[in-house]
Structure formats: C-alpha cells, structure tokens
Nanobody
Framework: QVQLVESGGGSVQPGGSLRLSCVASGFTEDTYSIGWFRQAPGKEREGVSCIGSGEGHTYYTKAVKGRFTISRDDAENTVYLQMNGLESEDTAVYYC???????????????????WGQGTQVTVSS
C-alpha cells in the first residue's frame, strides 16, 4: 500500500525557517518524482517544488526559488523541503505527492501525481 506522510509543519514568524519531511512507503522513491504542493484558503493548489527520480533534478516555482530547497534521502525514503525566509504568503497546507514532474521553460514544472499525503499546516505570522 502506497503511503506518503508529511510532518514538520507549524507556526513561525516571518523570516523564520521550517523543514518539512515526506516519508514514503509502499514504493521506493527512485521510482517516482516527489513534489511538494500547497493550498492556501480560497486559492488553487500550487506546485512548490519537485525532485525527479534517478538523477534528482530539482524544480521550483518562482515564488520560492532561492528560499526553499528540496532534497531526497533514498536510504530513508524521505524527501525534505527546507523553507527559509518564510513569508506570510507561504501560509498554506503543504502536501507531498508522488508521480511525474516535467520541467517547464520557466524553471518550474508541470506535474502528474498519482499519490498524495494528508498535508501539514504551515502558518507564517507575526
């Protein structure tokens, strides 16, 4: 049974940092690309970052480039999202998902995800 479990969300002040973790089970992470997505109240889901299978190419949406870093620990079947310089606009429920990410000319990515986690809340507020 495929399962993705996120953790690491919380409340921080602007400028703070959080590290989200996504532990996968039921498949090996080098089978799929793993992406982080977020959805704020009243807004559509947004692709934040993705790390590919194999060579592990990374992609970021423009809003987080330079502040967020995605990484993968295949031995632990875990993908991390290090978030620095958090802003109030980063407040959302963050989800990880497994599937396929395709590079977009802007440096971001298209995606087709097959499996989703339950989400973890990130709140950035003073």
């Amino acid at each position: 049974q495929v399962q993705l479990v996120e953790s690491g969300g919380g409340s921080v002040q602007p400028g703070g940092s959080l590290r989200l973790s996504c532990v996968a089970s039921g498949f090996t992470e080098d089978t799929y690309s793993i992406g982080w997505f977020r959805q704020a109240p009243g807004k559509e889901r947004e692709g934040v970052s993705c790390i590919g299978s194999g060579e592990g190419h990374t992609y970021y949406t423009k809003a987080v480039k330079g502040r967020f870093t995605i990484s993968r620990d295949d031995a632990e079947n875990t993908v991390y999202l290090q978030m620095n310089g958090l802003e109030s606009e980063d407040t959302a429920v963050y989800y990880c998902a497994a599937g396929d990410c395709i590079p977009h000319p802007s440096g971001s990515f298209y995606y087709t995800m097959n499996f989703w986690g339950q989400g973890t809340q990130v709140t950035v507020s003073s």
